[in-house]
């Protein structure tokens, strides 16, 4: 059964992480088509637009979400307190080696369902159901039904672990419960809470310190660098700071504190310097408005077509409409392609309102075409729930991360409104915003 579930013979050199080995299970869902797919889906969209380096993609931040996660994996079923002894499975039990698995799986998976250029265009064309809707689909589909019957033939798990579905929980996994529970209304076991929040979790995700990690070496903007040897050294299965500890979810120790401290950071420069860089936001709000308006309705109904889309096809499509009047979102290519006529992305005033901009447009005459806006919707938690993920003081006692660190609660949001003008209109919009400013 370890040899089934452990074995390794195979491995790839990745940037950040060095060699990743793989078995044989997780070879085959490697060279599967979906998976390959990812070779061709930029991880930061078209932020190579501004910062060159950055044309990283989906295929390697997969692997290195594989590799994170198993860390933190191995890590925290290694140091269980005595409180939650009885709640891990035993190193090298089939239950221990089962979650490795799905884990592992999963998180390769985590990622399939992207749209080309990742996340520009997913709010215009998959509304709320996220890229997560298309993992779902794509684990369904023909496509990795063979991985999936190897899977299932593994000695261990036909003599086992037969009680579970195997590509169910690896499905729950990949998308977190939250997604899990839109999707089918069904929620998790405490166990399975926990080993999802090693992949997706909002603070100590796999996913989250691989991109920051990667984006930044890949870019060379350095803020995304940060200890993180040290935030999986410290990361526990804590009973919850909240209704009297009956939950359990994933902490840290007090020595762990300063390593959160410096993943908030990081990821708070990320945001300004990457990821909300008025700059990138220009170009996406260009390939965005582009993949809008060109896309058919048929890529988004069936997932041959959507797995036969990536980056390549639609690059190769923004080059001919930049190129030809007629076709649909030549406008935007065009700005993407010859780099002008390029709108200017300006971050509004927190005390500027939508009606506002309203009245600022049917002032100034503008029509759709020469302006848009974004308004952030508010924060879904306050800042001291976002931070009441436990930590583990002297003395077995257990605090809320917000009780522990004035610096997690002092990261200012980045919920910024952004306003998208023509070239032709943004002195008259800068002079606006002064005025406001100044009054």
């Given amino acids: 059964m370890v040899k089934d579930f452990l074995h390794s013979d195979k491995k790839i050199y990745d940037s950040v992480h ?16 979906p998976f390959q797919r990812l070779h061709y889906i930029h991880q930061l969209g078209i932020a190579y637009m501004v910062y060159p380096g950055a044309t990283h993609t989906r ?66 064309l998959l509304g709320t159901l996220g890229h997560e809707h298309w993992t779902l689909r794509i684990i369904d589909s023909p496509y990795l039904k063979p991985v999936w019957d190897k899977l299932r033939q593994a000695p261990a798990y036909l003599e086992e672990l037969v009680e579970r579905d195997i590509v169910e929980d690896i499905k729950k996994i990949s998308i977190g419960e939250a997604k899990w529970k839109a999707a ?37 903007v350095a803020y995304g660098l940060f200890d993180y040897q040290q935030l999986v050294e410290m990361l526990r299965i804590l009973p919850s700071a909240e209704h009297g500890g009956d939950e359990l979810r994933l902490g840290i120790d007090e020595h762990g504190l300063e390593a959160c401290e410096a993943l908030l950071l990081s990821r708070h420069f990320m945001i300004r310097r990457i990821y909300q860089y008025s700059s990138v936001r220009a170009y996406n709000f260009h390939l965005r408005r582009y993949m809008k308006a060109s896309f058919s309705r048929k890529m988004l109904d069936s997932v041959d077509d959507f797995l036969a889309t990536s980056d390549i096809d639609v690059i ?14 030549h406008v935007d290519a065009k700005s993407v392609i010859f780099r002008k006529h390029r709108y200017r992305a300006i971050s509004l005033p927190a005390n500027i309102t939508e009606k506002e901009m309203k009245d600022f447009k049917a002032k100034n005459k503008l029509s759709d075409n020469d302006i848009e806006w974004e308004f952030a919707q508010p924060e879904p938690i306050s800042i001291h729930e976002r931070f009441s993920f436990p930590v583990s003081r002297r003395h077995v006692l257990i605090q809320k991360a917000s009780e522990c660190s004035e610096l997690l609660l002092k990261t200012p949001t980045h919920r910024l409104n952004w306003v998208y003008i023509s070239p032709q209109h943004d002195l008259s919009l800068v002079q606006f915003l002064d005025s406001k400013s100044s009054s």
């Fill in 18 to 33: 060095g060699f990743i080995p793989f078995d044989e299970f997780e070879k085959e869902l490697i060279d599967s088509l």
């Fill in 59 to 124: 295929f390697e931040h997969s692997l290195g979400t594989m590799a994170m996660a198993t860390l933190i994996f191995d890590k925290i079923c290694k140091s269980i307190r005595p409180d939650v002894f009885h709640f891990v499975p035993r190193k090298g039990s089939s239950d221990y080696l089962y979650w490795r698995r799905v884990l592992r799986m999963a998180a390769l998976c985590h990622d399939l369902g992207h749209l080309p250029f990742s996340h520009v265009a997913e709010k215009d």
């Fill in 184 to 220: 089918t209304g069904k929620t998790f076991t405490p166990w399975e809470r926990i080993v999802s929040e090693v992949i997706t979790g909002d603070f100590f995700g796999a996913d989250r310190i691989d991109y920051l990690l990667r984006d930044a070496k890949s870019t060379g």
């Fill in 316 to 329: 190769a499509a923004l080059n001919k409409a930049a190129k030809d009047p007629t076709l649909p979102g």
